[in-house]
C-alpha cells in the first residue's frame, strides 16, 4: 500500500482586498509547509500572493509555477503538466500544501487546469478547494445591486474571445457578468451599447486594488485603456 500523500488546498483568495481573504483560508495558510503560485514565464509577479501575503506565516516556503501566455493548446497543457509533476512531487512526502488563485479557486481558474493533470499523474492525492470570493461579488456590493432576485437568473460568461454565441447570451439573460473581457472590452462596450443597455451596464476594473474604478453606466467617456482585471456588470431590471 502506498504512503499517504499530503493534502492540496486551492484556496481562492478574492480579488483583491486581503481583507476578503476567508478566514478557512488564513487558517489553511498558517499550517500547510509549502504554497505555491502561478505566475507568467515573463516574470515571477503573483498577484494573488500579494493579496495573500498578510496571512502568510513567517518563513513558509513560496513557488512560482509558471504558466506561458499563449492560446497554444499544446503548451499549456505541457506546462500544467510539468506543474502537477512538481505538486505531486511534494505531496508524495506526505506534506499539505496550498495553491492561490484569484477569486474563487474554481471560476476561471490556472488551478482548475492544474487539478485536472494531477489527477491524472497522482489519482490518490487529497484534494480540498476552498471557495473565494469573487470579483463580479465585490462589483455588486461596491454598487449595492442585487445579482439577482426572486426568479432572475444570473449568466457568468466570458469576454476574451470573439465568440459569435456573446449577442445572443446577452439577449437571452436577465442579469450578466462578462469576465475576462481585457482587449476584448471594446466590441463588448459597443455591443451592449447598440442592444441599449448602457444605462444598465456597470465596468468595473481592478477591482478590491489600490487602482480600482466602477463606471455605472456605459453611455459617456470610457478608458482609453482596459485593464487586464475588466468585468461588465448588467442588471436588466
Known amino acids: 500500500m502506498s504512503a499517504e500523500t499530503g493534502t492540496l488546498y486551492g484556496l481562492g483568495v478574492g480579488p483583491g ?22 505566475s507568467s514565464t515573463k516574470n515571477e509577479y503573483s498577484l494573488a500572493r500579494n493579496i495573500a501575503s498578510p496571512h502568510l506565516k513567517e518563513g513558509v516556503e513560496v513557488e512560482n509555477l509558471e504558466f506561458p501566455m499563449t492560446a497554444d493548446e499544446a503548451t499549456l ?31 476561471y481558474s490556472t488551478y482548475g487546469y492544474l487539478l485536472g493533470s494531477l489527477s491524472t499523474i497522482l489519482p490518490e492525492a487529497k484534494v480540498v478547494s476552498v471557495p473565494g470570493i469573487t470579483s463580479y461579488q ?8 442585487p445579482l439577482c432576485l426572486h426568479k432572475e437568473a444570473l ?3 466570458s469576454g476574451t474571445d470573439d ?25 463588448v462596450v459597443k ?14 476594473c481592478n477591482l478590491g486594488l489600490s487602482d480600482e474604478f466602477i463606471i455605472d453606466g456605459i453611455d459617456g467617456e470610457l478608458p482609453d485603456k482596459y485593464s487586464y482585471f475588466t468585468l461588465f456588470l448588467v442588471n436588466k431590471r
Open 17 to 38: 482586498d486581503p481583507d476578503l481573504l476567508t478566514i478557512k483560508a488564513a487558517k489553511i495558510l498558517n499550517d500547510v509547509k509549502i504554497v505555491y503560485t502561478a
Open 163 to 187: 465568440d459569435p454565441s456573446l449577442s445572443g447570451l446577452v439577449d437571452g439573460s436577465e442579469n450578466l457578468v462578462i469576465m475576462k473581457s481585457y482587449r476584448g472590452s471594446d466590441k
Open 191 to 204: 455591443l451592449l451599447r447598440d442592444k441599449g443597455l448602457a444605462n444598465k451596464t456597470a465596468v468595473c
Open 77 to 107: 497543457a505541457q506546462a500544467w503538466k510539468e506543474n502537477a509533476v512538481k505538486v505531486a512531487g511534494f505531496l508524495k512526502s506526505g506534506r499539505d500544501a496550498a495553491f492561490l488563485t484569484l477569486g474563487d479557486c474554481l471560476t
Open 155 to 157: 449568466t457568468v460568461i
Open 138 to 145: 465585490l462589483a455588486a456590493s461596491r454598487l449595492n445591486r
